[in-house]
């Protein structure tokens, strides 16, 4: 399979802002006012990163819109700086006019069979070059490829024995020799400000998003351990063939995952528009998005459906609902009708970790209440639209059992 980003071109990061969306109340509740819901969890990352900036995409030229986007060149309007292989002096104007940028050094070296060690010598003078322009600039290594079979000796073959390469020539393995060839060559680690991996799914059955998530947690775990945050680089499934609904939500766990794995920086979708092997790109040539770009966009769209409260006795009760996504956690609000009152008002939020998840714990509530419940998923950035209130169930009061009465005891003697 031809790598999806082995040609170099313009690219663009892509980014989604969920909204919080506004619920209708249904009657009954109209005069209750809202509460707020829980802090939303915080992503603790090295820097902090709005879901826009979390979330971009490859693009052939630099496009404005609600999708961020990354190009290959260089941008004031981007977060990051893409830089040729070698500098040039277009590369230092640029960086002394622009302090502090991060500069991404190259493309996936490994994809154009460079040797690690000669990578490690082309980027200690490019990084050289940067800083004596710019002393304040960052700098991130080029994204190493998934493994794959580019640089086998005679082409694609059909196992790995008659190419070692398909493994040892990228990913982690081509960033360990480039690491080790670094230090052995300069006495000291490589300067990172943030490590890049691409993965595209590759060599793994269609919708194995547990498959494609353990490689990407290897590549998360070796960057953390080598100094450094990684960005997901350029990442997509352009091999998997299935229907869009399902591709859908495979990219709304993916998305899920990735925001809550705090060595992950950002992740930069390929590509936003038809590209080179980019079966579900986001946007058409007008703009207007395709269904993957809505949910890039937002994929806090989903609706618990079937809440259903289920009263166990002795006060106690637990919402239940079925999942319309795997993607998210879940929060729950009841709502509470106290005997003697005609309307209901909030009673307590319960959160349920996700994704998944599909009931909350057993709540105790007072005899004599009536109570309903609904459901959302959340998550870092936001939350999607309530469910519709569930079914209303009353609370009654638990009635002691009395010992029944025992009358006095007659013992009868027999008379001998």
Known sequence: MHHPKLLRSKCVRSAMIPSALICVIVSGCADQQQPTGPKLPAIARSTDVPFNKFFTAWSQSYTSGPIQT?????????????????????????????PGRLYIHSDEPDQWCIAPSDYADIYHDFVAAVRS???????????????????????PVADDEHCPDRFSGHSIYYAENFYNAYVKRYGVAPPVNEWRFHDFGLFL???????????????????????????LGAWGFP??????????????????????????????????????????????????LTPFGQTYLNPLTDVPTDVTIASLGKGQAKLQWNNTTSAWAAETEFWVQAPGSNSFVYHNTALVAGPGGKETPVILFNAGDSLKARVRYYNAYGQAAWSSFSNTVYMAPTRSVKSPSRGPVFCLLQLC
């Open 239 to 288: 091999g998997w063939r299935e229907p869009t609904p399902a591709l859908q939500e495979h990219l709304k766990q993916a998305m899920g995952r990735l925001l809550n794995d705090k060595r992950i920086n950002g992740a930069v979708w390929w590509t936003r528009e038809p590209w080179i092997e980019s079966p579900y790109y986001l946007a058409e040539a007008d703009g207007t």
């Open 133 to 155: 322009a710019d002393p304040t600039a960052r700098v991130s290594p080029a994204g190493f490829a998934e493994p794959n079979d580019h640089c086998c000796p005679t082409g």
């Open 70 to 98: 990354q190009i290959f060149a260089l941008d004031t309007r981007m977060d990051r700086q893409y830089a040729d292989l070698y500098v040039t002096e277009s590369l230092l104007s640029f960086a002394r006019a622009n």
């Open 205 to 231: 059955t269609t919708g194995d998003l547990d498959g494609w998530m353990a490689r990407v947690d290897k590549e998360a775990s070796w960057s953390v351990a080598h100094g450094a945050n990684m960005v």
